[in-house]
């Protein structure tokens, strides 16, 4: 027998929903109205406010350039008097520019660094970070900035599909009239709201979030859009790192035969019969304490991370914006406390706490020197008999110059490793990693 249906505020049965099939459902809960919910277009956003940008710009006689690249090297300005220290306000480094994967050089004595799910990049950032390249400078600067760069939570990218349907365009549903159907299902049919919905071509107002064991339902989000597009998503897959460029996201077939299927399931008489416009993948990053990373990096001066947002990102980036425009222009942000999202030791030592137990309280300066193993760009190959870190005759410093994205595929090089190096030693063990 069916389980009863019942609406978890009220108790009573639920009502037919607008376009899901109501007898997968065990019960459902209004999550808010148009009156205190709105939907956000990535694209239409983004497009809105750099048309605006331009706008405000105009107004002011100034200009704004799109210059499109990847990032490989930030380059430092050679302090005077190098110093191993990053405590004082006095040991900052001054960013110069960043240099791009074709060699251009962009000079910069601001950077923001709001890449989301590319964010695992910027660890590599500063393998090569000098002007004038001495190896002693160098050498020191990169041991500040891994230590700084040390005290950023480790980052997971995760990978979801997405398909668009038109309840406008009857042109790719299935024919809702079937000859054999009895004449008494041919009636039921006519009452049903979302077969008469699609014979109609209609916009549907409804987005429903599902939560099932089912792993046909699991994290299936549907949002129909006032265009007549019905945006549906889900299959999430985490990722390591990002092999996939901007733009260039691969869609795979299976997922989105995975989506279609949950839509047949939830909708079959109407979303479930469309064949989808537009198929694509997109990405989200998470950090591993659950926060953003919002704020400078320790030890070099105008330098500034802005990811982590999780699903959230489209949504809370104006106001990560906002704060940080105020941060850069004023020294400090006053929309919002930027504190809780900032990076440092304390941060990462209440993660190793989290993980360890008591014992991460003292693993601090272990941590670092791990990282710094893992993320160095400097690796000394002895010759004749010479010593690593020979830097004469006897010794050669090899510079790791591979590209970012083939020094990320080694899995002994990622951040998981640092953690999992000092699991496996202290004997301790977490799933999540």
Known sequence: ???????????????????????????????????????????????????????????????????????????????????????????????????????????????????????????????????????????????????????????QSTKSHSMLVSTLDNTNHNNNHDENKEPQQQQQSQHNPAEAAEAAGVILTEAIFFKSTDPTLKDLEVYPRPDGDTYITGKDKAHAYMAERPGQERVEPARIQDLRASMQLTSPNLLGRIEPHTTQACYWLDVMDGMPVIGPLPTLNKFYIATGHSVWGILQAPSTGKALAELIMDGRSKSIDLSPFGVGYGRLNDILETLFGTIGQTLLPEYIEQYKLKYGSSAVVPKNGGHAGDSDGNGTRKKNRTGITERMKDNTDTYKGVYNALLEKHMMHNDEL
């Open 1 to 155: 027998m069916p389980q009863q249906k019942t609406n978890s505020e009220d108790g009573s049965r639920n009502s037919t929903l607008e376009w899901v099939d109501d007898t997968i459902l065990l019960a459902s809960k209004q999550l808010g109205t148009e009156k205190n919910i709105a939907q956000v277009h990535p694209h239409k956003l983004c497009q809105a406010m750099w048309e605006r940008t331009q706008h405000l710009a105009k107004q002011h006689g100034r200009t704004f350039t799109l210059q499109l690249g990847r990032i490989v090297d930030v380059l430092i300005e050679q302090p005077e008097h190098p110093s191993s220290s990053s405590s004082s306000s006095s040991s900052q480094l001054k960013l110069h520019g960043v240099r791009l994967e074709d060699g251009t050089m962009v000079e910069a004595d601001v950077v923001v660094a709001a890449i989301g799910p590319w964010s695992e990049e910027i660890r590599y950032w500063f393998q090569h970070t000098s002007v004038n390249d001495t190896d002693d400078n160098t050498t020191n600067i990169e041991l500040q900035l891994l230590e700084a760069m040390a005290t950023v939570p480790a980052f």
